[in-house]
């Protein structure tokens, strides 16, 4: 039905929900507690003041969701909601179209019926355009909800008595009886792109995780799905057998939507190129990844990680003796001079990338990577060309290394695939050893940014660092809890219906763990928010997730946290002055899924310290 605009101090708008019909409605659409919910009556978008994401529910009723003033109103309310809070709008219908055309022939009523009345779909739609997702819309049939229909129905008399002419209400019997209420129920979603969350995701993270344990969220290209931010909530999931990383994997349900596939495609990924990653380790499950895994996971035993130290070692140092060079003015932008470099060294010699090419292959990785969360469009078409190179380098390696084999983890992996084809497939050799390269420097090039940058801003903790040197294994647990740069587990799929933290999580559902919601739990970790390189775990030691947890817990794990150690201990001793050379708030992170630093420009001391 056709809203009109009234007064926001009418008696019928009641902010915070404070009137009984609120409570009904609110108890239908099965809001939670603990929310503020604004039931805004008949209010038109002018009239939704509040700030922006500071309610977790509003409530209109008669928005009549086929007109222009319903999608700005929708618009307004999106905008007031905090994420994963709800929408619910109750309105009459017409019963069908002869009862529509009977009420547009009652003196006063036909100007109040518009086009498309009751057109579910369109409502569906124009809820989605708003950024709504989880449209659910349900009749409020007189048996199961008669105490709300007739709060619905007794509101309604009251706005016509004081809105239309005296020979419109003669027809309000008639229009009664001509009509249904209906209730429609929508979330906003979390996006993961939007500036707040790409600005202090540990903040937003943390602020979502205490409202809720679960929530909903979508991206662009990407099909909703559910968060878990609490630890126990995400380390349940990222355990629980009962859940699959690849989506074909859920029994009778092989046409489930791939999140991770509509991710990639809508980055810029060429489809062919997304086939590939169907190959990877982070997407098999069951035998297959058992195989995959222990195939790779010799070149990351103990043993083996431990005896690739004095090589970072040297690696390491001969990149700080060349910061000097390139500084200006003292100045050097760490990231593109030490932070990149050393693991992407480190990987490149573990895999059997030659010195020769490592440039290359960086470029054609990086560009096969920038466009991740920036989606498609004409970028992302020209991304592609330049993608395929990334792949192209490796077919052309693995033909270079199946010729002339070394001893490096590409000749063992084409060794295990020309001898044993069933052990591993042509697209999990291509897919492993690009994985492999990614993997191995791209977060861990941005775990030593965002570390050295933590040392740079708390002063405290860097002093006590320098004075115990002992504490660097505490030192790079605390950093890989408090500023780790990834932000989202791989999804997993629920494989039945279940539980997770109380909350049911139907067959076939996406649920993508949330690392810093749960890193920063304080049911688990004393003080989340406070960086100390003393501490000793969470609650009974556990530990954070940010390598993950279960089957598919890092491979790389081990490496990754010997790169750190090396990378903090000698960038500290050598250069006993280091400084950040900006203001911390001029810091720019990138946009993309995850916490990364774009450059982390330092002022070192001019001369060699030892």
Not at 41 to 46: H, N, S, T, V, Y
Not at 282 to 305: E, K, N, W, Y
Not at 520 to 540: A, E, M
Request: glycine letters at 10%; charged letters at 25%.
């Amino acid at each position: 039905m056709a809203d009109h605009p009234t007064s926001q101090a009418e008696g019928d708008v009641l902010d915070d929900a404070g009137g009984p019909l609120a409570g009904l409605l609110a108890d239908a659409a099965g809001f939670g507690g603990g929310d503020r919910v604004l039931d805004a009556g008949f209010r038109a978008a002018a009239g939704i003041t509040h700030g922006p994401g500071t309610l977790g529910g509003v409530i209109v009723q008669q928005p009549d969701l086929c007109s222009e003033s319903a999608e700005d109103l929708f618009r307004a309310v999106h905008r007031v909601l905090h994420p994963g809070g709800v929408l619910v709008a109750a309105d009459a219908v017409p019963l069908d179209g002869r009862h529509a055309a009977r009420i547009r022939g009652l003196a006063g009523w036909g100007s109040l019926v518009p086009d498309g009345w009751g057109d579910r779909r369109a409502w569906a739609e124009r809820l989605g355009e708003a950024g709504f997702v989880d449209v659910e819309v349900r009749g409020l049939s007189g048996d199961d909800h008669g105490p709300l229909v007739g709060s619905l129905r007794r509101r309604l008399r009251a706005w016509a008595g004081r809105h239309l002419p005296a020979d419109a209400l003669d027809g309000m019997a008639e229009f009664e009886a001509s009509t249904e209420y209906v209730l429609v129920r929508a979330v906003k979603p979390v996006d993961p792109e939007s500036p707040e969350l790409v600005r202090d995701p540990f903040t937003a993270y943390s602020e979502i995780r205490e409202r809720t344990r679960m929530v909903r969220a979508a991206m662009t290209g990407v099909e909703p799905f559910w968060m878990v931010t609490r630890y126990d909530d995400a380390k349940t999931v990222l355990s629980d057998p009962r859940f699959v990383v690849n989506a074909a994997n859920v029994p009778g349900m092989a046409d489930t939507a791939s999140r991770i596939e509509q991710f990639q495609l809508a980055s810029g990924i060429a489809p062919e190129h997304v086939e590939y990653s169907r190959a990877s380790l982070s997407s098999l499950d069951g035998a297959d990844h058992h195989r995959l895994r222990r195939l790779v996971s010799q070149a990351f035993t103990p043993r083996r990680v431990a005896g690739l130290r004095p090589r970072v070692e040297e690696i390491t140092e001969r990149l700080l003796d060349r910061l000097p060079e390139v500084a200006e003015d003292g100045v050097v932008d760490l990231l593109m001079h030490f932070a990149t470099p050393l693991p992407l060294t480190v990987i490149c010699e573990l895999v059997g990338v030659p010195e020769d090419e490592r440039n290359r292959f960086r470029a054609a990785v990086w560009d096969w990577m920038i466009g991740s969360g920036s989606g498609g469009g004409a970028g992302g078409a020209r991304r592609r060309v330049r993608r395929e190179t990334a792949f192209d380098y490796v077919r052309g390696l693995v033909e270079r290394r199946r010729a002339r084999p070394e001893n490096d983890l590409a000749s063992a992996l084409i060794r295990v695939h020309d001898e044993d084809g069933d052990r591993l497939s042509d697209g999990e050799l291509v897919y492993t050893i690009l994985s492999l390269v990614v993997a191995g420097y791209h977060t861990t090039t941005h775990f030593i940014t965002n570390g050295t940058a933590a040392l740079l801003t708390h002063p405290d903790q860097l002093a006590l660092l320098r004075e115990r040197p002992e504490l660097m294994p505490r030192a790079v647990e605390e950093l890989l809890r408090w500023c780790n740069p990834v932000l989202g587990a791989h999804f997993r799929y629920a494989t039945e219906d279940l539980d997770v933290g109380g909350r049911p999580v139907r067959k076939g559902e996406p649920v993508m763990p949330i690392v810093p919601g749960a890193n920063y739990d304080p049911r688990v970790f004393d003080g989340p928010d406070r960086l100390d390189l003393t501490r000793d775990g969470g609650r009974d030691h556990e530990s954070h997730l940010s390598f993950g947890h279960g089957l598919h817990y890092c491979l790389g794990a081990a490496l990754a946290r010997q790169e750190g150690a090396v990378a903090f201990e000698a960038l500290l001793r050598r250069f006993p002055d280091l400084a950040l050379a900006v203001d911390p708030g001029d810091l720019k992170h990138g946009s993309d899924h995850f916490w990364r630093l774009l450059s982390l420009p330092v002022r070192i001391s001019a001369g060699r310290a030892e």
